[in-house]
Protein backbone atom coordinates (compact mmCIF):
# COMPACT_ATOMS: atom_id res chain seq x y z
CA UNK A 1 0.00 0.00 0.00
CA UNK A 2 1.42 3.35 -0.96
CA UNK A 3 0.41 6.45 1.65
CA UNK A 4 0.64 10.13 1.47
CA UNK A 5 2.33 10.96 4.39
CA UNK A 6 1.25 11.98 8.80
CA UNK A 7 -2.29 13.13 9.21
CA UNK A 8 -2.55 16.96 9.77
CA UNK A 9 -2.77 17.97 13.08
CA UNK A 10 -5.27 21.10 13.01
CA UNK A 11 -8.11 22.47 14.61
CA UNK A 12 -9.46 24.23 18.36
CA UNK A 13 -10.31 20.87 19.85
CA UNK A 14 -7.04 19.32 19.20
CA UNK A 15 -5.16 22.46 20.59
CA UNK A 16 -6.75 22.95 23.55
CA UNK A 17 -6.63 19.49 24.46
CA UNK A 18 -2.60 20.27 23.65
CA UNK A 19 -2.31 22.33 26.13
CA UNK A 20 -4.59 21.17 28.90
CA UNK A 21 -2.46 17.81 28.98
CA UNK A 22 0.71 19.94 28.38
CA UNK A 23 0.06 21.56 31.63
CA UNK A 24 -0.20 18.90 33.50
CA UNK A 25 2.31 17.29 32.48
CA UNK A 26 1.82 15.02 29.73
CA UNK A 27 -0.99 13.61 32.12
CA UNK A 28 1.37 12.87 34.91
CA UNK A 29 0.63 15.72 36.97
CA UNK A 30 -2.59 17.56 37.71
CA UNK A 31 -3.85 20.65 36.09
CA UNK A 32 -3.47 23.52 38.25
CA UNK A 33 -5.40 24.06 40.92
CA UNK A 34 -5.34 20.08 41.38
CA UNK A 35 -5.98 20.90 45.16
CA UNK A 36 -9.58 21.05 44.54
CA UNK A 37 -9.73 18.13 42.69
CA UNK A 38 -11.91 16.53 45.86
CA UNK A 39 -13.94 19.92 45.46
CA UNK A 40 -14.47 18.36 41.68
CA UNK A 41 -15.83 14.83 41.51
CA UNK A 42 -16.00 12.68 38.36
CA UNK A 43 -18.68 12.56 38.56
CA UNK A 44 -18.55 15.92 36.80
CA UNK A 45 -16.60 14.57 34.31
CA UNK A 46 -18.38 11.93 33.25
CA UNK A 47 -21.26 14.96 32.75
CA UNK A 48 -18.91 16.80 30.64
CA UNK A 49 -18.36 13.11 28.45
CA UNK A 50 -21.90 12.49 28.05
CA UNK A 51 -22.77 16.30 26.84
CA UNK A 52 -20.19 16.09 24.26
CA UNK A 53 -21.07 12.67 23.52
CA UNK A 54 -25.18 14.05 23.09
CA UNK A 55 -23.43 16.68 20.75
CA UNK A 56 -22.19 14.41 18.58
CA UNK A 57 -25.14 11.90 18.09
CA UNK A 58 -27.34 15.58 17.32
CA UNK A 59 -24.18 16.06 14.64
CA UNK A 60 -23.18 19.46 16.68
CA UNK A 61 -19.71 18.60 16.39
CA UNK A 62 -19.10 22.56 16.55
CA UNK A 63 -20.59 22.59 19.99
CA UNK A 64 -19.13 19.60 21.02
CA UNK A 65 -15.33 21.04 20.28
CA UNK A 66 -15.78 24.37 21.96
CA UNK A 67 -17.20 22.61 25.11
CA UNK A 68 -13.96 20.44 25.15
CA UNK A 69 -12.11 24.11 24.57
CA UNK A 70 -13.45 24.91 28.20
CA UNK A 71 -11.11 22.06 29.66
CA UNK A 72 -8.43 24.50 28.94
CA UNK A 73 -9.92 26.94 31.58
CA UNK A 74 -11.52 24.63 33.85
CA UNK A 75 -9.64 22.01 35.94
CA UNK A 76 -10.77 19.05 34.63
CA UNK A 77 -8.31 16.42 33.37
CA UNK A 78 -9.02 15.02 29.88
CA UNK A 79 -9.28 11.52 30.11
CA UNK A 80 -9.64 9.10 27.06
CA UNK A 81 -13.48 9.14 27.20
CA UNK A 82 -13.71 12.61 26.61
CA UNK A 83 -11.31 12.40 23.67
CA UNK A 84 -12.94 9.51 22.16
CA UNK A 85 -16.29 11.62 22.36
CA UNK A 86 -15.54 14.42 20.78
CA UNK A 87 -13.91 12.18 18.06
CA UNK A 88 -17.02 10.54 17.57
CA UNK A 89 -18.95 13.92 17.21
CA UNK A 90 -16.36 14.93 14.75
CA UNK A 91 -16.58 11.46 12.81
CA UNK A 92 -20.33 12.34 13.13
CA UNK A 93 -19.74 15.69 11.19
CA UNK A 94 -17.48 14.24 8.46
CA UNK A 95 -14.47 17.01 9.81
CA UNK A 96 -11.47 14.15 8.85
CA UNK A 97 -8.99 16.68 9.40
CA UNK A 98 -9.62 17.73 12.71
CA UNK A 99 -10.68 14.30 13.77
CA UNK A 100 -7.13 13.24 12.60
CA UNK A 101 -5.30 16.51 14.38
CA UNK A 102 -7.44 15.63 17.86
CA UNK A 103 -6.36 12.22 17.50
CA UNK A 104 -2.89 12.71 17.06
CA UNK A 105 -1.87 15.85 19.20
CA UNK A 106 -3.72 13.55 22.34
CA UNK A 107 -1.33 10.96 21.48
CA UNK A 108 1.82 13.10 21.65
CA UNK A 109 0.39 14.43 25.18
CA UNK A 110 0.56 11.20 26.51
CA UNK A 111 -3.05 9.83 25.96
CA UNK A 112 -2.57 6.39 24.25
CA UNK A 113 -4.65 5.71 21.35
CA UNK A 114 -7.10 2.90 21.71
CA UNK A 115 -9.48 1.40 19.29
CA UNK A 116 -12.22 3.93 19.67
CA UNK A 117 -10.36 6.61 18.78
CA UNK A 118 -8.79 4.68 15.27
CA UNK A 119 -12.17 3.90 14.09
CA UNK A 120 -13.47 7.32 14.74
CA UNK A 121 -10.67 8.64 13.37
CA UNK A 122 -10.77 5.97 10.41
CA UNK A 123 -14.41 6.21 9.71
CA UNK A 124 -14.00 10.38 9.21
CA UNK A 125 -11.39 9.83 7.05
CA UNK A 126 -14.73 7.59 5.30
CA UNK A 127 -16.97 10.31 5.35
CA UNK A 128 -13.97 12.80 3.70
CA UNK A 129 -13.66 10.71 0.92
CA UNK A 130 -10.23 10.76 2.30
CA UNK A 131 -9.32 6.69 1.78
CA UNK A 132 -5.59 7.78 1.51
CA UNK A 133 -5.60 8.76 5.17
CA UNK A 134 -7.88 6.42 6.38
CA UNK A 135 -4.94 3.49 5.31
CA UNK A 136 -2.55 5.70 7.12
CA UNK A 137 -4.44 5.30 10.45
CA UNK A 138 -4.80 1.66 9.60
CA UNK A 139 -1.46 0.83 9.16
CA UNK A 140 -0.66 3.16 12.09
CA UNK A 141 -2.30 0.53 14.03
CA UNK A 142 -0.83 -2.50 12.96
CA UNK A 143 2.78 -0.80 13.99
CA UNK A 144 1.03 -0.50 17.15
CA UNK A 145 0.12 -4.33 16.77
CA UNK A 146 -3.42 -3.18 17.58
CA UNK A 147 -6.21 -5.07 16.39
CA UNK A 148 -8.75 -3.81 14.27
CA UNK A 149 -12.18 -4.53 14.95
CA UNK A 150 -15.10 -5.63 12.44
CA UNK A 151 -16.11 -1.85 12.59
CA UNK A 152 -12.45 -0.39 12.07
CA UNK A 153 -12.18 -2.89 8.78
CA UNK A 154 -15.72 -1.66 7.22
CA UNK A 155 -14.42 2.02 7.95
CA UNK A 156 -11.39 1.16 6.03
CA UNK A 157 -13.26 -0.65 3.06
CA UNK A 158 -15.94 1.56 2.76
CA UNK A 159 -13.63 4.66 2.42
CA UNK A 160 -11.44 2.86 0.36
CA UNK A 161 -14.62 1.73 -1.69
CA UNK A 162 -15.89 5.85 -2.03
CA UNK A 163 -12.34 6.52 -3.18
CA UNK A 164 -12.68 3.84 -5.71
CA UNK A 165 -10.41 1.54 -5.05
CA UNK A 166 -12.03 -1.37 -5.47
CA UNK A 167 -8.76 -3.78 -5.16
CA UNK A 168 -8.32 -2.35 -1.43
CA UNK A 169 -11.46 -2.36 -0.96
CA UNK A 170 -11.78 -5.96 -1.32
CA UNK A 171 -7.89 -6.89 0.37
CA UNK A 172 -9.21 -4.93 3.20
CA UNK A 173 -12.95 -7.60 2.82
CA UNK A 174 -9.99 -10.41 2.21
CA UNK A 175 -8.18 -9.36 5.82
CA UNK A 176 -11.03 -9.41 7.64
CA UNK A 177 -12.15 -12.95 7.37
CA UNK A 178 -8.02 -14.16 7.32
CA UNK A 179 -8.21 -12.51 11.29
CA UNK A 180 -11.13 -14.79 12.05
CA UNK A 181 -13.84 -11.66 11.83
CA UNK A 182 -16.80 -12.73 10.54
CA UNK A 183 -18.03 -10.34 7.58
CA UNK A 184 -21.25 -8.39 7.66
CA UNK A 185 -23.82 -6.64 5.79
CA UNK A 186 -21.46 -3.57 5.71
CA UNK A 187 -18.16 -5.39 4.48
CA UNK A 188 -20.61 -7.10 1.99
CA UNK A 189 -21.70 -3.80 0.81
CA UNK A 190 -18.63 -2.41 0.77
CA UNK A 191 -17.15 -5.00 -1.42
CA UNK A 192 -20.09 -5.18 -3.70
CA UNK A 193 -20.13 -1.48 -4.31
CA UNK A 194 -16.36 -0.66 -5.25
CA UNK A 195 -17.25 -4.01 -7.97
CA UNK A 196 -20.25 -1.33 -8.70
CA UNK A 197 -17.96 1.52 -9.56
CA UNK A 198 -15.82 0.18 -11.58
CA UNK A 199 -18.13 -1.65 -13.75
CA UNK A 200 -17.28 -5.18 -12.70
CA UNK A 201 -20.74 -6.46 -12.69
CA UNK A 202 -19.96 -10.15 -12.42
CA UNK A 203 -17.97 -10.11 -8.91
CA UNK A 204 -20.37 -7.82 -7.93
CA UNK A 205 -23.19 -10.33 -8.33
CA UNK A 206 -20.72 -13.31 -7.17
CA UNK A 207 -19.93 -11.35 -3.56
CA UNK A 208 -24.22 -10.81 -3.84
CA UNK A 209 -24.80 -14.69 -3.95
CA UNK A 210 -22.05 -15.27 -1.73
CA UNK A 211 -23.34 -12.91 1.06
CA UNK A 212 -26.74 -14.62 0.69
CA UNK A 213 -25.40 -17.69 0.89
CA UNK A 214 -23.70 -16.81 4.45
CA UNK A 215 -27.11 -15.43 5.74
CA UNK A 216 -25.81 -12.34 5.54
CA UNK A 217 -28.67 -10.40 5.32
CA UNK A 218 -27.94 -7.93 1.98
CA UNK A 219 -30.20 -5.39 2.65
CA UNK A 220 -31.67 -2.40 0.12
CA UNK A 221 -28.45 -0.75 0.09
CA UNK A 222 -26.20 -4.08 -0.80
CA UNK A 223 -28.44 -4.75 -3.75
CA UNK A 224 -28.55 -0.94 -4.91
CA UNK A 225 -24.67 -1.97 -5.33
CA UNK A 226 -25.06 -4.66 -7.32
CA UNK A 227 -27.60 -2.69 -9.64
CA UNK A 228 -25.12 0.06 -10.26
CA UNK A 229 -22.81 -2.86 -11.33
CA UNK A 230 -25.22 -4.26 -13.89
CA UNK A 231 -26.00 -0.79 -14.89
CA UNK A 232 -22.38 0.40 -15.86
CA UNK A 233 -21.98 -2.91 -17.15
CA UNK A 234 -25.46 -2.84 -19.68
CA UNK A 235 -26.41 -6.01 -17.61
CA UNK A 236 -30.22 -5.16 -18.06
CA UNK A 237 -31.64 -8.99 -17.51
CA UNK A 238 -29.16 -9.66 -13.89
CA UNK A 239 -30.53 -6.34 -13.01
CA UNK A 240 -33.75 -7.43 -13.20
CA UNK A 241 -33.17 -10.93 -11.24
CA UNK A 242 -32.02 -8.69 -8.58
CA UNK A 243 -35.15 -6.45 -8.56
CA UNK A 244 -36.73 -10.24 -8.35
CA UNK A 245 -34.41 -10.90 -5.69
CA UNK A 246 -35.69 -8.17 -3.75
CA UNK A 247 -38.78 -8.51 -3.54
CA UNK A 248 -38.76 -12.59 -2.53
CA UNK A 249 -36.76 -11.44 0.17
CA UNK A 250 -39.25 -8.62 1.44
CA UNK A 251 -36.47 -6.11 0.96
CA UNK A 252 -38.28 -2.76 -0.05
CA UNK A 253 -37.03 -0.97 -3.36
CA UNK A 254 -36.40 2.87 -3.17
CA UNK A 255 -35.64 5.14 -5.74
CA UNK A 256 -32.03 4.44 -6.31
CA UNK A 257 -33.42 0.69 -7.21
CA UNK A 258 -35.56 1.55 -10.05
CA UNK A 259 -33.07 4.40 -10.97
CA UNK A 260 -30.18 2.03 -11.59
CA UNK A 261 -32.58 -0.82 -13.19
CA UNK A 262 -34.15 1.56 -15.40
CA UNK A 263 -31.06 2.94 -16.60
CA UNK A 264 -30.01 -0.85 -17.20
CA UNK A 265 -32.52 -1.33 -19.35
CA UNK A 266 -32.32 1.99 -21.13
CA UNK A 267 -28.53 1.62 -22.18
CA UNK A 268 -30.13 -1.76 -23.27
CA UNK A 269 -32.73 -0.29 -26.32
CA UNK A 270 -35.35 -1.92 -23.66
CA UNK A 271 -37.70 0.48 -23.15
CA UNK A 272 -40.65 -1.50 -22.54
CA UNK A 273 -38.90 -2.68 -19.21
CA UNK A 274 -37.51 0.93 -18.81
CA UNK A 275 -41.23 2.19 -18.82
CA UNK A 276 -42.96 0.08 -16.91
CA UNK A 277 -40.36 0.07 -13.83
CA UNK A 278 -41.34 3.81 -14.11
CA UNK A 279 -44.75 3.36 -13.64
CA UNK A 280 -44.15 0.80 -10.81
CA UNK A 281 -41.96 3.27 -9.17
CA UNK A 282 -45.16 5.85 -9.11
CA UNK A 283 -47.18 3.20 -8.17
CA UNK A 284 -44.98 2.47 -4.92
CA UNK A 285 -45.58 6.23 -4.18
CA UNK A 286 -42.08 7.06 -4.66
CA UNK A 287 -40.70 10.06 -5.58
CA UNK A 288 -39.01 10.01 -8.99
CA UNK A 289 -36.21 12.40 -9.52
CA UNK A 290 -34.27 13.39 -12.60
CA UNK A 291 -32.36 10.37 -12.79
CA UNK A 292 -35.44 8.28 -13.10
CA UNK A 293 -37.13 10.36 -15.74
CA UNK A 294 -33.31 10.22 -17.51
CA UNK A 295 -33.60 6.47 -17.64
CA UNK A 296 -37.21 6.37 -19.43
CA UNK A 297 -35.96 9.26 -21.68
CA UNK A 298 -32.80 7.84 -22.67
CA UNK A 299 -34.35 4.48 -23.25
CA UNK A 300 -37.15 5.88 -25.05
CA UNK A 301 -34.54 7.74 -27.44
CA UNK A 302 -32.42 4.30 -27.75
CA UNK A 303 -35.95 2.54 -29.05
CA UNK A 304 -36.97 5.61 -31.31
CA UNK A 305 -39.87 6.07 -28.89
CA UNK A 306 -40.92 9.50 -29.38
CA UNK A 307 -44.30 9.60 -28.71
CA UNK A 308 -43.48 7.92 -24.94
CA UNK A 309 -40.52 10.31 -24.84
CA UNK A 310 -42.73 13.20 -25.10
CA UNK A 311 -45.00 11.62 -23.27
CA UNK A 312 -42.79 11.88 -20.34
CA UNK A 313 -42.01 15.58 -20.16
CA UNK A 314 -45.69 15.70 -19.97
CA UNK A 315 -45.92 13.53 -16.84
CA UNK A 316 -43.17 15.43 -15.54
CA UNK A 317 -44.91 18.88 -15.40
CA UNK A 318 -47.80 17.05 -13.90
CA UNK A 319 -45.84 16.03 -11.32
CA UNK A 320 -43.83 19.63 -10.90
CA UNK A 321 -40.56 17.76 -11.66
CA UNK A 322 -38.53 19.94 -13.92
CA UNK A 323 -36.70 18.29 -16.46
CA UNK A 324 -32.87 18.82 -16.70
CA UNK A 325 -31.04 19.31 -19.64
CA UNK A 326 -30.43 15.69 -19.90
CA UNK A 327 -34.09 14.64 -20.03
CA UNK A 328 -34.30 17.46 -22.77
CA UNK A 329 -31.59 15.97 -25.09
CA UNK A 330 -32.77 12.84 -24.82
CA UNK A 331 -36.29 13.70 -25.62
CA UNK A 332 -35.00 16.00 -28.82
CA UNK A 333 -32.48 13.10 -29.82
CA UNK A 334 -35.78 10.68 -29.95
CA UNK A 335 -37.34 12.81 -32.22
CA UNK A 336 -34.82 13.60 -34.36
CA UNK A 337 -33.91 9.77 -34.80
CA UNK A 338 -37.88 9.76 -36.77
CA UNK A 339 -36.96 12.61 -38.39
CA UNK A 340 -39.73 14.74 -36.51
CA UNK A 341 -37.68 18.29 -36.79
CA UNK A 342 -40.74 20.17 -35.58
CA UNK A 343 -41.02 18.63 -32.15
CA UNK A 344 -37.52 18.65 -31.64
CA UNK A 345 -37.40 22.38 -31.86
CA UNK A 346 -40.55 22.29 -29.95
CA UNK A 347 -39.04 20.48 -27.09
CA UNK A 348 -36.39 22.60 -27.56
CA UNK A 349 -38.12 26.55 -27.15
CA UNK A 350 -40.11 24.47 -24.51
CA UNK A 351 -36.07 23.95 -22.67
CA UNK A 352 -35.03 27.35 -23.09
CA UNK A 353 -38.69 29.06 -21.97
CA UNK A 354 -38.09 27.27 -18.71
CA UNK A 355 -34.71 28.31 -17.90
CA UNK A 356 -33.12 25.05 -18.95
CA UNK A 357 -29.29 25.66 -20.17
CA UNK A 358 -28.89 23.61 -23.54
CA UNK A 359 -25.56 22.05 -23.78
CA UNK A 360 -24.00 20.85 -26.55
CA UNK A 361 -25.27 17.50 -27.10
CA UNK A 362 -28.55 19.47 -27.17
CA UNK A 363 -27.24 21.58 -29.91
CA UNK A 364 -25.82 18.51 -31.78
CA UNK A 365 -28.95 16.85 -31.40
CA UNK A 366 -31.07 19.40 -32.77
CA UNK A 367 -28.71 20.37 -35.45
CA UNK A 368 -29.25 16.46 -36.64
CA UNK A 369 -33.03 16.77 -36.71
CA UNK A 370 -32.71 20.00 -39.05
CA UNK A 371 -29.78 18.69 -41.19
CA UNK A 372 -31.85 15.44 -41.90
CA UNK A 373 -35.27 17.31 -42.78
CA UNK A 374 -32.82 19.41 -45.01
CA UNK A 375 -33.20 22.64 -42.69
CA UNK A 376 -30.29 24.46 -43.72
CA UNK A 377 -31.49 27.77 -42.67
CA UNK A 378 -32.65 26.58 -38.95
CA UNK A 379 -29.05 24.82 -39.39
CA UNK A 380 -26.85 28.31 -39.77
CA UNK A 381 -29.12 29.79 -37.13
CA UNK A 382 -28.33 27.15 -34.58
CA UNK A 383 -24.72 27.01 -35.18
CA UNK A 384 -24.93 31.00 -34.81
CA UNK A 385 -26.29 30.94 -31.38
CA UNK A 386 -24.00 28.59 -30.17
CA UNK A 387 -21.33 30.91 -31.17
CA UNK A 388 -23.30 33.51 -28.87
CA UNK A 389 -23.64 30.96 -25.92
CA UNK A 390 -19.34 30.24 -26.61
CA UNK A 391 -20.08 26.58 -26.98
CA UNK A 392 -16.71 25.01 -28.64
CA UNK A 393 -18.27 22.57 -31.31
CA UNK A 394 -16.92 18.85 -31.45
CA UNK A 395 -16.55 16.50 -34.72
CA UNK A 396 -20.18 15.98 -34.47
CA UNK A 397 -20.96 19.44 -34.75
CA UNK A 398 -19.07 19.79 -37.48
CA UNK A 399 -20.06 17.14 -39.46
CA UNK A 400 -23.60 17.57 -38.94
CA UNK A 401 -22.96 20.88 -40.75
CA UNK A 402 -21.37 19.79 -43.22
CA UNK A 403 -24.14 17.25 -43.84
CA UNK A 404 -26.62 20.57 -44.17
CA UNK A 405 -24.21 21.94 -46.65
CA UNK A 406 -24.07 18.96 -49.05
CA UNK A 407 -28.11 18.62 -48.86
CA UNK A 408 -28.24 22.38 -49.85
CA UNK A 409 -25.53 22.81 -52.41
CA UNK A 410 -23.59 25.12 -50.02
CA UNK A 411 -19.87 24.32 -51.10
CA UNK A 412 -18.37 27.51 -50.17
CA UNK A 413 -19.73 27.15 -46.15
CA UNK A 414 -19.10 22.92 -46.25
CA UNK A 415 -15.07 24.16 -47.52
CA UNK A 416 -15.04 26.98 -44.74
CA UNK A 417 -16.28 24.56 -42.51
CA UNK A 418 -14.00 21.18 -43.31
CA UNK A 419 -10.93 23.97 -42.64
CA UNK A 420 -12.20 25.22 -39.85
CA UNK A 421 -12.14 21.83 -38.39
CA UNK A 422 -8.14 21.80 -39.03
CA UNK A 423 -7.46 24.55 -37.43
CA UNK A 424 -9.84 23.30 -34.42
CA UNK A 425 -7.82 20.74 -34.24
CA UNK A 426 -10.72 18.43 -35.03
CA UNK A 427 -9.73 15.67 -38.02
CA UNK A 428 -12.20 15.38 -40.32
CA UNK A 429 -12.39 11.85 -41.59
CA UNK A 430 -13.58 9.99 -44.79
CA UNK A 431 -17.39 10.86 -44.41
CA UNK A 432 -17.30 14.58 -43.99
CA UNK A 433 -14.49 15.02 -47.33
CA UNK A 434 -17.20 13.09 -49.06
CA UNK A 435 -19.39 15.28 -47.98
CA UNK A 436 -17.74 18.43 -48.88
CA UNK A 437 -17.05 17.38 -52.08
CA UNK A 438 -20.92 16.41 -53.20
CA UNK A 439 -21.82 19.70 -52.10
CA UNK A 440 -18.59 20.94 -54.87
CA UNK A 441 -20.27 18.63 -56.95
CA UNK A 442 -23.75 19.54 -56.57
CA UNK A 443 -22.43 23.43 -57.17
CA UNK A 444 -20.36 22.66 -59.82
CA UNK A 445 -17.17 23.08 -58.69
CA UNK A 446 -15.10 20.66 -60.22
CA UNK A 447 -11.59 22.32 -59.22
CA UNK A 448 -12.85 22.35 -55.53
CA UNK A 449 -14.18 18.76 -55.50
CA UNK A 450 -10.43 17.56 -57.40
CA UNK A 451 -8.08 20.10 -54.76
CA UNK A 452 -10.40 18.24 -51.54
CA UNK A 453 -9.16 14.80 -52.83
CA UNK A 454 -5.66 15.94 -53.40
CA UNK A 455 -6.41 17.16 -49.62
CA UNK A 456 -7.26 13.86 -48.71
CA UNK A 457 -4.42 12.29 -50.83
CA UNK A 458 -2.13 14.08 -48.53
CA UNK A 459 -3.35 13.85 -45.18
CA UNK A 460 -2.84 10.21 -46.07
CA UNK A 461 -6.34 9.80 -45.87
CA UNK A 462 -8.17 6.61 -47.54
CA UNK A 463 -10.32 7.85 -50.30
CA UNK A 464 -13.46 4.97 -51.14
CA UNK A 465 -15.61 4.78 -54.01
CA UNK A 466 -18.56 7.32 -52.45
CA UNK A 467 -14.91 9.81 -52.99
CA UNK A 468 -14.38 9.16 -56.12
CA UNK A 469 -17.76 9.01 -57.35
CA UNK A 470 -18.69 12.89 -56.84
CA UNK A 471 -15.55 13.86 -57.74
CA UNK A 472 -15.80 12.05 -61.11
CA UNK A 473 -19.67 13.68 -60.98
CA UNK A 474 -18.28 17.20 -60.45
CA UNK A 475 -16.18 16.52 -63.80
CA UNK A 476 -18.40 15.09 -65.10
CA UNK A 477 -20.86 18.54 -64.60
CA UNK A 478 -17.72 20.63 -65.14
CA UNK A 479 -17.50 18.92 -68.37
CA UNK A 480 -13.95 17.96 -68.04
CA UNK A 481 -13.57 14.56 -69.03
CA UNK A 482 -9.94 14.29 -68.91
CA UNK A 483 -9.76 14.58 -64.98
CA UNK A 484 -12.50 11.89 -65.28
CA UNK A 485 -10.81 9.53 -67.18
CA UNK A 486 -7.56 10.26 -64.59
CA UNK A 487 -9.34 9.39 -61.55
CA UNK A 488 -11.11 5.94 -62.92
CA UNK A 489 -7.16 4.84 -64.01
CA UNK A 490 -6.18 6.32 -60.30
CA UNK A 491 -8.99 3.96 -59.04
CA UNK A 492 -7.63 1.00 -61.20
CA UNK A 493 -4.70 1.32 -59.66
CA UNK A 494 -5.58 1.55 -55.78
CA UNK A 495 -7.28 -0.57 -53.38
CA UNK A 496 -11.05 1.00 -54.66
CA UNK A 497 -12.66 -0.91 -56.70
CA UNK A 498 -14.85 1.13 -59.12
CA UNK A 499 -18.89 0.22 -59.00
CA UNK A 500 -21.40 0.82 -61.87
CA UNK A 501 -21.80 4.49 -60.78
CA UNK A 502 -18.00 4.94 -61.30
CA UNK A 503 -18.19 3.64 -64.83
CA UNK A 504 -21.61 5.25 -65.49
CA UNK A 505 -20.42 8.94 -63.98
CA UNK A 506 -17.14 8.48 -66.06
CA UNK A 507 -19.37 7.83 -69.54
CA UNK A 508 -21.60 10.63 -68.53
CA UNK A 509 -18.32 13.11 -68.85
CA UNK A 510 -16.98 11.86 -71.80
CA UNK A 511 -20.73 11.99 -73.60
CA UNK A 512 -20.99 15.56 -72.66
CA UNK A 513 -17.48 16.09 -74.31
CA UNK A 514 -18.61 13.85 -77.17
CA UNK A 515 -16.70 11.46 -76.89
CA UNK A 516 -18.46 8.42 -78.24
CA UNK A 517 -15.38 6.26 -78.63
CA UNK A 518 -14.61 6.75 -75.05
CA UNK A 519 -17.95 5.95 -73.76
CA UNK A 520 -17.71 2.62 -76.12
CA UNK A 521 -14.07 1.93 -74.33
CA UNK A 522 -15.80 2.49 -70.83
CA UNK A 523 -18.80 0.34 -71.76
CA UNK A 524 -16.47 -2.64 -73.07
CA UNK A 525 -14.66 -2.26 -69.70
CA UNK A 526 -17.96 -2.66 -67.70
CA UNK A 527 -19.09 -5.43 -69.74
CA UNK A 528 -16.13 -7.27 -68.85
CA UNK A 529 -16.48 -6.69 -65.46
CA UNK A 530 -20.10 -7.88 -65.60
CA UNK A 531 -21.89 -10.56 -67.90
CA UNK A 532 -23.59 -7.40 -69.81
CA UNK A 533 -23.58 -4.24 -69.21
CA UNK A 534 -26.70 -2.78 -67.16
CA UNK A 535 -29.76 -0.54 -68.81
CA UNK A 536 -28.54 2.77 -67.26
CA UNK A 537 -24.68 1.88 -68.95
CA UNK A 538 -26.42 1.10 -72.25
CA UNK A 539 -28.63 3.99 -72.61
CA UNK A 540 -25.91 6.67 -71.27
CA UNK A 541 -23.53 4.91 -74.26
CA UNK A 542 -26.75 5.51 -76.30
CA UNK A 543 -26.93 9.45 -76.12
CA UNK A 544 -23.31 9.86 -76.39
CA UNK A 545 -23.15 8.21 -79.76
CA UNK A 546 -26.90 9.48 -80.47
CA UNK A 547 -25.43 13.11 -80.12
CA UNK A 548 -22.43 12.67 -82.54
CA UNK A 549 -25.10 10.80 -84.90
CA UNK A 550 -23.02 7.40 -85.04
CA UNK A 551 -26.09 5.20 -85.85
CA UNK A 552 -23.87 1.71 -85.54
CA UNK A 553 -22.74 1.99 -82.65
CA UNK A 554 -26.16 2.77 -81.30
CA UNK A 555 -27.99 -0.03 -83.19
CA UNK A 556 -25.50 -2.57 -81.23
CA UNK A 557 -26.37 -0.83 -77.95
CA UNK A 558 -30.29 -1.05 -78.77
CA UNK A 559 -29.62 -5.06 -79.28
CA UNK A 560 -28.32 -5.42 -75.97
CA UNK A 561 -31.15 -3.78 -74.30
CA UNK A 562 -33.40 -5.75 -76.48
CA UNK A 563 -31.20 -8.95 -75.07
CA UNK A 564 -31.00 -7.79 -71.29
CA UNK A 565 -35.08 -7.53 -71.99
CA UNK A 566 -35.78 -4.39 -71.44
CA UNK A 567 -38.25 -3.90 -74.67
CA UNK A 568 -39.70 -1.04 -73.81
CA UNK A 569 -36.50 0.81 -73.01
CA UNK A 570 -35.22 -0.36 -76.58
CA UNK A 571 -38.29 0.69 -78.48
CA UNK A 572 -38.53 4.11 -76.94
CA UNK A 573 -34.35 4.56 -78.19
CA UNK A 574 -35.39 3.39 -80.93
CA UNK A 575 -38.60 5.77 -81.93
CA UNK A 576 -35.83 8.56 -80.36
CA UNK A 577 -33.21 7.67 -83.02
CA UNK A 578 -35.77 6.85 -86.28
CA UNK A 579 -37.26 10.65 -85.47
CA UNK A 580 -36.96 13.17 -88.03
CA UNK A 581 -34.55 15.49 -86.58
CA UNK A 582 -36.27 19.46 -86.11
CA UNK A 583 -35.24 22.29 -88.50
CA UNK A 584 -33.14 24.68 -87.86
CA UNK A 585 -34.90 27.97 -86.54
CA UNK A 586 -35.72 29.87 -89.48
CA UNK A 587 -35.83 27.12 -91.37
CA UNK A 588 -38.74 25.37 -93.29
CA UNK A 589 -39.98 21.80 -92.05
CA UNK A 590 -39.45 18.54 -93.20
CA UNK A 591 -41.62 17.63 -96.35
CA UNK A 592 -44.00 14.54 -95.99
Known sequence: MEFT?????????????????????????PLPGASARQARPSSELLLRTTEIANLGRARRWVAATTLLVELQRGRLRADCAIRNAALSALERGGRWERALGLASDSEDCGLARDLVADSAAISACEKGVRWQQALVVFAAMRLRRAEPSRLT??????????????????????????????????????????CGGCELWVPALLLLAAGRLRRLGPNTVTCNAALSACEKGQQWVPALRILGGMREEALEPDTITYNAVGSACGKCRRWPEAFILFQELLRRRLQPDAISCNAVASACEKGRRWALALALLGEMRQRWLLPNCVTCSSVISACEKCRLWEWALEVFRVMKRSSVLP???????????????KRWDLVEDLVGEMQMRIL???????????????????????????????????????????AAISACEKGGQWEAA??????????????????????????????????????????????????????????????????????????????????????????????????????LPARWLLRELHAVGLHGLSACVHARNNAPHPPPIGGSPAKK
Do not use: F
Not at 359 to 373: D, M, Q, R
Not at 398 to 415: D, G, N, P, Q, V
Not at 473 to 498: D, F, I, N, T
Open 5 to 29: GPPARTGPAAEALAASVSQCGGCRR
Open 153 to 194: YNAAATACDRGQEWRKTLGLAGELQQSGLEADVVTCSAAVSA
Open 359 to 373: NLITYNAVLCACEKS
Open 392 to 434: EPDAVTYSTTILACSKAEKWERALAVIHQMGQRHHEPDTVLYN
Open 450 to 551: MALLQEMHKLRMQADVITYNGAISAMEKGQQWRPALVLLEEMRHSVVHADEVTWIAAMSACSVGQKWAAVLDLLGCLGSLRPRPTAVACAAAVCACDAVRRT
